[in-house]
């Protein structure tokens, strides 16, 4: 971090400043992520501990049944435990991919948006700049207009001023505080990544992908859209130095200058809001190959018992006619003694399962399947009695 230059010098501007910020965040988010994850940080105990809970999560699954040892549940947490492993151990791959993607990504858009071949924040804080020493240019050229003590003299310095000031402070403090957040988050980020291992902890981790993302696309959106206003507030303060004199006599061309300050203000407020706003209904859906699993194997199941319930009506149709003629023997057999005592007790439960039946309704055996219970049979009691 002693390599990079100091964010805060005399005659260094915008576009100096936020090149010395880059260079400070990028060496601490470096620096942080490896105190944290690298071998023999702070936070490599907790990371074998989690993943380790995990992988037992899963084996208890599969041995309770719970969980089905199939290749479309078991994808996704192979490819989620993979991922972020190599993200909370491996610099590199985080560097390329979370980090880079978050911090280069949109300035690139914007770049190739605007035809420029550098970053698009560099371009935009230089633009700023000499638009910075243009209308300090104009306040002294205004001040040395008349006399000092000049209604209109000193409400234009005035005015001037404040234009000066709110096009720079709103410029460097939404693009500075953003910057500042989205590395905080990103020297955070395998803590947040580690956390969508669990069902639980999974919304912290996609609130913190929301909020990183809305980060992302503060300084692209604020570029576009103070690109356009800085172009139509170049004439006008060109006009106020090409002709001070006039300008402090109407009045209407540094008010216009002010007027379109403030608008430059609101409207990077609300190109911030705008990409919170984007993100905001963001949601990534996490875990539902899980749960498409179990409803396969319960409609695989429902479709067999039903392709297998006409076998059962034709047995229960059979064993019913076999009680009858029983029954009606036995009458036949013991109807010349009114003594004597005939009691029939059938007891109805569910169809009986036929050799048929049973192949036709499969059982399978492994890792994650359960056992069906074997349905109760009929049975026929009675006594005969004189």
Avoid at 97 to 108: A, C, E, H, N, R
Avoid at 141 to 161: D, E, F, R, Y
Avoid at 358 to 380: I, K
């Amino acid at each position: 971090m002693n390599a990079c230059p100091a964010i805060l010098s005399g005659d260094a501007g915008l576009a100096a400043g936020m090149s010395a910020l880059d260079c400070q965040i990028n060496a601490a988010v470096t620096l942080g992520y490896g105190r944290m994850f690298a071998p023999g940080g702070v936070f490599g105990i907790t990371l074998t501990s989690l993943l380790t809970l995990y992988v037992a999560f899963i084996a208890f699954g599969l041995i309770t049944g719970r969980t089905r040892l199939t290749l479309p549940s078991m994808t996704p947490k192979v490819l989620t435990l993979g991922l972020i492993l190599t993200f909370a151990t491996a610099w590199p791959a985080y560097q390329a991919v979370v980090y880079g993607l978050l911090t280069k990504g949109p300035d690139q858009i914007a770049s190739a948006f605007l035809g420029g071949h550098g970053g698009a924040a560099r371009a935009f804080a230089d633009r700023l700049d000499v638009l910075f020493e243009q209308m300090t240019e104009v306040a002294d050229a205004v001040s040395s207009q008349g006399q000092s003590n000049a209604p209109n003299v000193q409400t234009a310095i005035k005015l001037t001023w404040a234009s000066a000031l709110t096009l720079l402070i709103s410029t460097a403090g939404l693009l500075i505080v953003s910057r500042i957040v989205l590395a905080v988050l990103l020297a955070l980020g395998p803590v947040f990544i580690v956390l969508a291992l669990f069902q639980r902890t999974r919304g912290l981790f996609e609130g913190w992908l929301k909020t990183a993302t809305a980060l992302a696309f503060t300084p692209m959106l604020l570029v576009l859209g103070g690109s356009g206003v800085l172009a139509a507030l170049s004439p006008i303060i060109a006009g106020i130095a090409d002709d001070p004199a006039a300008a402090v006599q109407e009045m209407r061309p540094i008010l216009t200058l002010f007027l379109g300050a403030v608008i430059y203000a609101l409207l990077l407020v609300a190109l911030a809001w705008t990409a919170v706003s984007l993100t905001r209904g963001w949601s990534l859906k996490l875990g539902e190959e899980t749960s498409a699993a179990p409803d396969v194997s319960l409609q695989a199941s429902s479709h067999s018992e039903r392709v297998a319930s006409p076998q059962a009506v034709a047995a229960s149709n059979a064993t019913d006619s076999r009680i009858s003629n029983v029954t009606a023997s036995v009458l036949r057999e013991t109807s010349a003694g009114a003594a004597n005592r005939v009691e029939i007790v059938s007891s109805r439960n569910e169809p009986v399962a036929t050799s048929s039946t049973a192949a036709a309704r499969p059982r399978v055996e492994g890792l994650g399947q359960t056992f069906r219970a074997p349905r109760e049979t009929r049975a026929l009691t009675g006594t005969i009695g004189s």
